[in-house]
């Protein structure tokens, strides 16, 4: 009995020992990496983006510890390009005592033609705009193209060239020209007055990134506005003047780029029109993401537009308080905005994920009649999340203003410019 015994616990040795002398073995490898220095990056999966701009993104990285945090903070970078699907970061060690980062990863298609038609009581407009996130393989953003229904004719183009580091510059150039019928409601979504219009500007800015959590920018813009057949709105030449400034952080969690933001700007305008020679503006917006569960975030948001002596062709839509309560015609020199609620997965392959969401909004703007207006309410709808396109999201929703016992719907896409 005792040699079997002896026999049973010499087999158990044999076959878990080993094992368990093995797991330890890997253990103690990759804590030996984490506290090694990086030194170098291997990439696998590059195709049309270039080398020297995914250097620019990784290069803060250097001499930074291989730790499962820095790991974590290198897909983190790579997701919030938005070019890149199936990112996968590891570390080994090198002959010298340091450390080289592995990543692989699959480019999302980055040129996209976008058409887009719709016919509703009678109007009908048709467009087509092409865009391409990832310009010359350098992480540039561009975008051209155009529409046209009975009431509106428009051509656009802007390119980006974002600063991917602290130091560095970048820059964008914007340009539009337009012939449109407008029709100004007020916020109880009642026509105010309409105009005919033919527009043309351009403008262009300078950014910057003073640290890697910070951005700055500096800009000039020109315009010319010119009414038809009003007697609500003159003729004017403007021209512009603008700086931002910007603080951010993110973190992924394999499903959601959870975002932290905030950032002030402010506007300064010149005219020929004797109704508003000089004009200012103040414009703030903030954003909290935090995920509760893997497959659940908390969202909250406010933005805000201030101005002084503005004319009303520079008066802004709901756009500018980031909630959908108030009309879709309706504009105004002063609104805020307020949302909170929450995100849920519910799907999730390879053509990319899909979410819904619960939010309750709040805004408040200045009317026609001089008067603040108030109201609040509830929205929900479902955002769709592409894996192989480089175009950030697609969202259709639908809110309700208590106030006004009213229910609009929205649709939109994501694409920074």
């Known amino acids: 009995m005792k040699k079997r015994h002896l026999l049973l616990a010499l087999l158990l040795c044999s076959v878990f020992l080993p094992k368990v002398f093995s797991q330890d073995d890997s253990l103690n490898q990759e804590d030996a990496i984490e506290k090694l220095s990086i030194v170098q990056f291997d990439i696998d999966g590059l195709k049309r983006t270039k080398r020297p701009y995914m250097d620019s993104l990784l290069n803060e990285f250097l001499q930074k510890p291989a730790s499962k945090e820095t790991l974590r903070s290198i897909e983190t970078k790579l997701q919030g390009q938005n070019l890149f699907d199936q990112i996968k970061v590891s570390a080994r060690a090198l002959e010298d005592g340091q450390a080289a980062v592995n990543i692989s990863f699959k480019e999302k298609w980055s040129v ?63 340009g539009n020209i337009s012939k449109t019928e407008r029709v100004l409601t007020d916020t109880k979504n009642r026509s105010v007055f309409g105009y005919d219009n033919f527009y043309l500007g351009f403008r262009s800015s300078l950014l910057f990134k003073p640290t890697n959590h910070t951005s700055a920018s500096v800009g000039v813009g020109y315009s010319f506005f010119n009414p038809i057949d009003s007697p609500k709105v003159n003729k004017m030449n403007q021209w512009s003047a603008e700086a931002s400034f910007g603080i951010s952080s993110s973190d992924w969690n394999g499903y959601f780029l959870c975002s932290n933001s905030l950032s002030v700007g402010a506007d300064l305008y010149f005219s020929d029109n004797s109704e508003q020679r000089f004009a200012q503006i103040f414009s703030f917006s903030g954003q909290c993401q935090q995920p509760i569960l893997e497959r659940l975030r908390l969202m909250s948001g406010m933005r805000g537009f201030l101005s002084n002596n503005l004319y009303v062709s520079n008066y802004v839509g709901r756009a500018s308080s980031g909630v959908t309560l108030l009309p879709k015609n309706f504009l105004t020199p002063q609104i805020f905005g307020f949302f909170t609620g929450f995100e849920a997965v519910v799907a999730k392959a390879k053509i990319g994920m899909m979410s819904v969401y619960a939010i309750y909004e709040v805004a408040l703007a200045r009317d026609w009649d001089k008067t603040f207006y108030s109201c609040h309410g509830p929205e929900a709808g479902v955002r769709f999340y592409f894996a192989k396109l480089a175009f950030p999201a697609f969202a259709m929703g639908a809110s309700y203003n208590i106030d006004e016992n009213r229910i609009q719907y929205s649709i939109s896409g994501g694409a920074s410019f």
């Open 112 to 174: 996209l033609p976008l058409p887009f038609g719709y016919y509703s009581d009678g109007s009908y407009a048709v467009g087509l705009f092409l865009m391409d996130m990832n310009a010359f393989g350098l992480g540039c953003a561009a975008v051209a193209g155009g529409l046209y229904s009975p009431t509106n004719v428009m051509g656009a183009g802007a390119f980006k060239k974002p600063p991917t580091q602290k130091g560095k510059l970048g820059f964008s150039v914007a």
